[in-house]
């Protein structure tokens, strides 16, 4: 059964840092693409950042491009964003989602979630 | 960036109704390569329609999509008790970083 597990979701004040992480199981996650993809409280949902199944390639929206990094460990089958110079409109439940086929960015698999709230 | 803009905001709807849901991109989406997804509250998106029409796995044939260019339509032909959730479509013409969500039409009780 595939499972995105997400965690480090917690409250952190403006400026803060904060690192999330996605464990992969359930699949061979050096073959995927992987996202984060964020819901701030009752909104909708927006893509954050995109990482190829190697690593090597990687893309960020235009609102945390320069603050966050996306990386991901294979051989741990694990998914990082590091969230730096946190700011209260990054206030939103963190997905990490499954790129169904390289190359076309939707997303078949889901994790449940971690809330990131940026408050002082 | 593609804008998408998803009406009506929230459908009310009884049991056994028909729903009717539209997506509209502010330029034409390349291949149809529109998704659609359903989220119920406090739960992860669910995978529904991709490349506009294709229905992903286990997903009940009451969903389809259609659609090209600009208007997309996700309907559900007759609405059971745990469709009514709310639904965001995705364009994904555009490679990351243009990768955009429609506002989402909630899709409730009458």
């Known amino acids: 059964e595939v499972q995105l597990v997400e965690s480090g979701g917690g409250l952190v004040q403006p400026g803060g840092s904060l690192r999330l992480s996605c464990a992969a199981s359930g699949f061979t996650f050096s073959n995927y693409e992987i996202n984060w993809v964020r819901q701030a409280p009752g909104k909708g949902l927006e893509w954050v950042s995109y990482i190829s199944s190697s690593g090597s390639t990687t893309y960020y929206a235009d609102s945390v491009k320069g603050r966050f990094t996306i990386s991901r460990d294979n051989a741990k089958n694990s998914l990082y964003l590091q969230m730096n110079s946190l700011r209260a409109e990054d206030t939103a439940v963190y997905y990490c989602?499954?790129?169904?086929?390289?190359?076309?960015?939707?997303?078949?698999?889901w994790g449940q979630g971690t809330l990131v709230t940026v408050s002082s | 960036e593609i804008v998408l803009t998803q009406s009506p905001g929230t459908l009310s709807l009884s049991p056994g109704e028909r729903a009717t849901l539209s997506c509209r991109a502010s330029q034409s989406i390349s291949r149809s390569y529109l998704a659609w997804y359903q989220q119920k509250p406090g739960q992860a998106p669910r995978l529904l329609i991709y490349?506009?029409?294709s229905r992903a796995t286990g997903i009940p044939d009451r969903f389809s999509g259609s659609g090209s260019g600009t208007d997309f339509t996700l309907t559900i032909s007759r609405l059971e008790p745990e469709d009514f959730a709310v639904y965001y479509c995705?364009?994904?013409?555009?490679?990351?970083?243009?990768?955009?969500f429609g506002g989402g039409t909630k899709v409730e009780i009458k």
């Open positions: 989602a499954r790129d169904r086929t390289p190359g076309y960015y939707y997303f078949d698999y």
């Open positions: 995705q364009q994904y013409g555009s490679s990351p970083p243009g990768l955009t």
């Open positions: 490349g506009a029409s």
